[in-house]
């Protein structure tokens, strides 16, 4: 980790070593170019590990121990149901795909945020319009409710980083878009025989 | 901006209602449609309505604001931007330039002119609208050629790209997270590959342009801020250094292209 900041700051200052108007490093620029909007505040220009790592522009090698080891933390740092039940209810999990408010500095913060699955997968066959930055997730029920296949798919939602470091996926559960209810019921969508995500297209 | 003429009104209503199950086909309907009869014409000649206005404690007009390529020259100067500037020995973007000119040429309080340089839904568009979609018409079929040759210039491009891979917030989002791959879509809505050379000249030669669903012009400074509200982060200052440098990274990629702006988009 400290390898990586350390390469990542010196290419930063070797970028800027000739313009004499930046500050001194992408934090600053980022802190001057920004103000702080109803929830949306300047402390979300903070990165943690996995944001500072998961930066590097496109093509820049990464130290693969690094990687491999910032991923095991985040796989010991997922929360399991604390009751031990997987399967929420379908339909309110339907609404949680579907919305894709919550957090912008235009939303309302005493309303819920959504998960706004939709916007990058497609789940129910007969809903349209769905994104492709995510593959598609229809029919994701017939993979079954094994223990293994519950805590697979809670682990991907609750922070999709304990499998695919650098996924572009939000970590729903482990920076607390969604609550542990509504991951229930996005469960429960995904895999419920009775769940649209499971029906063949009419 | 002045009143558009009835079919644009009943077009745009029947889109509102047309979009609600339908695809980018529609737009593209509306495109052909419309033909050259792009909404944007109204602001094109706002813009210059404004440039040539006297206004500020010096009742002086624009004219002698230099873009880069000489005091009063309009034409081809979109296209050259971001560009370094000797007098303030600065990069800047169309619109801090354009603030600039505002300040030091006619003298207006910089508080006042950088108050709401976007509108806001349901609003009128704004002066600094007006007149950045005058001068894109001014380049219009020009080759998009930002200045790269100073030192700041390129290392604002570096800049630009670091920002654009920078992944902050709750959602941990940044550019590249919706920008860094080809045919991808959010929901309905194509997603241009900025780190390509197809998708930066196809987005940042279309900007400004004429919103459909809002009924305004906007502008890329808009474009990025909004971008960035979605992003969960806090809001974007127009005429600031992130925003300077996503567009010259922008701009850079796009070399090359052409200017099509005022585009027209959903």
């Known amino acids: 980790m400290k390898a990586l900041i350390a390469g990542v700051n010196i290419a930063l200052t070797a970028s800027l070593a000739a313009w004499t108007m930046a500050a001194d490093d992408i934090n600053a620029v980022l802190q001057n170019s920004f103000v702080a909007k109803n929830q949306a505040t300047m402390d979300r220009l903070e990165r943690d590990a996995v944001q500072t790592a998961c930066s590097a522009p496109r093509g820049m090698l990464l130290d693969n121990d690094m990687l491999a080891s910032l991923r095991a933390e985040r796989l010991a740092a997922v929360v399991l149901p604390a009751d031990g039940e997987y399967l929420g209810d379908w339909q309110r999990g339907a609404e949680v795909a579907g919305n894709g408010r919550g957090l912008q500095s235009s939303d309302d913060p005493a309303q819920p945020n959504g998960g706004n699955c939709y916007a990058c997968h497609q789940l129910a066959p007969d809903k349209v319009a769905y994104g492709t930055l995510g593959p598609s997730l229809t029919g994701y029920g017939a993979r079954g409710q094994s223990e293994a296949m519950l805590q697979y798919t809670w682990t991907k939602l609750w922070d999709t980083h304990a499998y695919n470091l650098c996924s572009h996926m939000p970590r729903f559960g482990a920076q607390g878009i969604l609550t542990e209810q509504q991951l229930k019921d996005v469960m429960a969508y995904l895999l419920d025989p009775a769940s649209p995500v499971n029906q063949a297209a009419e | ?266």
């Open chain 2, 1 to 266: 901006m002045k009143k558009p003429n009835l079919e644009v009104a009943l077009l745009a209503a029947w889109l509102c209602a047309a979009t609600l199950a339908a695809d980018d086909g529609v737009f593209d309907q509306y495109r052909d449609l419309m033909g050259d009869e792009n909404p944007a014409v109204f602001v094109i000649d706002e813009g210059e309505e404004f440039w040539l206005t006297a206004q500020g404690p010096n009742a002086v007009t624009l004219e002698s604001c230099d873009l880069g390529l000489g005091p009063g020259v309009t034409a081809g100067a979109y296209v050259r931007f971001p560009r370094h500037f000797a007098d303030t020995n600065a990069v800047m973007d169309l619109e801090s330039r354009l603030v600039y000119c505002m300040t030091t040429i006619q003298g207006r309080d910089l508080e006042s002119v950088t108050a709401k340089p976007y509108s806001l839904r349901g609003d009128f568009g704004t002066e600094i609208e007006a007149l950045v979609t005058w001068l894109a018409a001014e380049s219009e079929g020009a080759t998009i050629a930002p200045e790269q040759a100073h030192a700041t210039e390129r290392a604002m491009y570096a800049l630009g790209k670091d920002i654009f891979f920078y992944r902050a917030g709750p959602h941990d989002f940044s550019c590249a997270t919706c920008h860094e791959q080809s045919d991808k879509r959010i929901r309905l809505q194509a997603l241009p590959d900025l780190t390509s050379h197809t998708g930066a000249a196809g987005s940042w030669g279309s900007w400004p342009a004429y919103r459909i669903s809002q009924g305004l012009v906007r502008t890329m400074g808009w474009r990025l801020r909004d971008c960035f509200r979605q992003q969960r982060w806090p809001e974007l200052q127009m005429g600031s250094e992130a925003s300077i440098a996503l567009q010259t990274y922008m701009a850079v990629n796009a070399a090359g292209g052409t200017m099509t702006a005022p585009g027209l988009k959903r």
